[in-house]
T-cell receptor
Framework: EPEVTQTPSHQVTQMGQEVILRCVPI?????FYWYRQILGQKVEFLVS????????KSEIFDDQFSVERPDGSNFTLKIRSTKLEDSAMYFCASSGPGVPGEQFFGPGTRLTVL | AQKITQTQPGMFVQEKEAVTLDCTYDTSDQSYGLFWYKQPSSGEMIFLIYQGSYDEQNATEGRYSLNFQKARKSANLVISASQLGDSAMYFC??????????????FGTGTSLTVIP
């Protein structure tokens, strides 16, 4: 069964460093998303991406964040200068063509900023 | 205002019993989707069930059913015959289906379910 994959599973970085979180969505999906979940809290939407551009973003998704689909298969989230409060689990999700259906979530990347 | 409200931070249920997890939502859209996800302690998000706003019948998926009451804007998850493996965090979510595609989801704060043997 096709699934969304994410790498790495755990990333530790120093405050101020740039990180890139990688996702491979399900191959025929057209809509891509990033979410984050601070430990013990709810899942928060960051950004949605369709047709090679951002279609929606939340207040959390400020200038420190960017997304890219560099090669037609990967979908990346970059945080330019990490802050302590960026420590969270980051989930990638994708959904299929037509009317957006259920979102399939990846296993997540746990980001720890020291 | 919160888009999704889950008022039960924690719930306990006896194994083999049924349990209802509450969810209310807030939207002025006519077309929207409601979802439930399970998050075990391992952290992954697992899709459970979907209800479209125009669906007249309540969605069911195995032991999961969604009690959809549109006028009350509630979308409660019912788990029948609870199993120990059902112990997890459960999130209710909504997608507003506007003309633009790829809309964001709104998640509730979750309900932690513990199944007691």
């Amino acid at each position: 069964e096709p699934e969304v994959t994410q790498t790495p599973s755990h990333q530790v970085t120093q405050m101020g460093q740039e990180v890139i979180l990688r996702c491979v969505p399900i191959s025929n999906h057209l809509y891509f998303y990033w979410y984050r979940q601070i430990l013990g809290q709810k899942v928060e939407f960051l950004v949605s991406f369709y047709n090679n551009e951002i279609s929606e973003k939340s207040e959390i998704f400020d200038d420190q964040f960017s997304v890219e689909r560099p090669d037609g298969s990967n979908f990346t989230l970059k945080i330019r200068s990490t802050k302590l409060e960026d420590s969270a689990m980051y989930f990638c999700a994708s959904s299929g063509p037509g009317v957006p259906g259920e979102q399939f979530f990846g296993p997540g990347t746990r980001l720890t900023v020291l | 205002a919160q888009k999704i409200t889950q008022t039960q931070p924690g719930m306990f249920v006896q194994e083999k019993e049924a349990v209802t997890l509450d969810c209310t939502y807030d939207t002025s859209d006519q077309s929207y989707g409601l979802f439930w996800y399970k998050q075990p302690s391992s952290g992954e998000m697992i899709f459970l069930i979907y209800q479209g706003s125009y669906d007249e019948q309540n969605a069911t998926e195995g032991r999961y059913s969604l009690n959809f009451q549109k006028a009350r804007k509630s979308a409660n998850l019912v788990i029948s015959a609870s199993q120990l493996g059902d112990s997890a965090m459960y999130f209710c979510a909504m997608r507003e289906e506007q003309l633009s595609t790829g809309n964001q989801f709104y998640f509730g704060t979750g309900t932690s379910l513990t199944v007691i043997p």
